[in-house]
T-cell receptor, first 115, second 114 residues
Framework: AQKVTQAQTEISVVEKEDVTLDCVYE???????LFWYKQPPSGELVFLIRRNSFDEQNEISGRYSWNFQKSTSSFNFTITASQVVDSAVYFC????????????FGKGTRLHILP | DTAVSQTPKYLVTQMGNDKSIKCEQN?????MYWYKQDSKKFLKIMFSYNNKELIINETVPNRFSPKSPDKAHLNLHINSLELGDSAVYFC?????????????FGQGTRLTVV
């Protein structure tokens, strides 16, 4: 069965520190897609990135970077030089295929950036 | 322009009442979803519709009835509300096209049943 794990329930770091959020996705599929979403205190769900399983190149967008390693089923997200505005719940969300295609969500990691 | 909009944003109602949440998307997507987020922030899919056809019904009580009048709208009607229905409900949309495309979410409707 497919399974997404965000082992870190809650993380607190001081502003300007780097922080990495872990995600492990276990599946037998050879082709799959993974997303990260951010949910700030205001409550909306904001799409951050989409990666597919056949592209293991790291992606960088400003202070955000994503490291996808198919061999370890990990899709980690790093925030460099964190800011208070990065405080949010971050969800790793694989796209689960099988007729009723759908995005499933990990339990989320609550990130606190302390001033 | 709002891409996925849902109304109302907040809904407080008494047990036993019937209520509806509306959702509209202007992204031209063919698939729409309802997700429920509980108090622990766990997000779980409830329904999805593709071109007005029900695709996913994730063992949701039949007090919940989605309705999709057209591709751009997916409403959620809830009968005989119970305390356990209190949650944030999110509508979302995406292109299905074999899967793998991101979904865009509405701002959520916080439902409180008292």
């Amino acid at each position: 069965a497919q399974k997404v794990t965000q082992a870190q329930t809650e993380i607190s770091v001081v502003e300007k520190e780097d922080v990495t959020l872990d995600c492990v996705y276990e599946t037998r599929d050879t082709t799959y897609y993974l997303f990260w979403y951010k949910q700030p205190p205001s409550g909306e769900l904001v799409f951050l990135i989409r990666r597919n399983s056949f592209d293991e190149q790291n992606e960088i967008s400003g202070r955000y970077s994503w490291n996808f390693q198919k061999s370890t089923s990990s899709f980690n997200f790093t925030i460099t030089a964190s800011q208070v505005v990065d405080s949010a719940v971050y969800f790793c969300a694989p796209f689960e295929r099988g007729g009723d295609d759908k995005i499933i969500f990990g339990k989320g990691t609550r990130l606190h950036i302390l001033p | 322009d709002t891409a996925v909009s849902q109304t109302p944003k907040y809904l407080v109602t008494q047990m036993g009442n019937d209520k509806s949440i509306k959702c509209e998307q202007n992204l031209g997507h063919d698939t729409m979803y309802w997700y429920k987020q509980d108090s622990k922030k766990f997000l779980k899919i409830m329904f999805s519709y593709n071109n007005k056809e029900l695709i996913i019904n994730e063992t949701v009580p039949n007090r919940f009835s989605p309705k999709s009048p057209d591709k751009a709208h997916l409403n959620l009607h809830i009968n005989s509300l119970e305390l356990g229905d209190s949650a944030v409900y999110f509508c979302a949309s995406s292109h299905r096209q074999g899967g793998g495309t991101e979904a865009f979410f509405g701002q959520g409707t916080r439902l409180t049943v008292v």
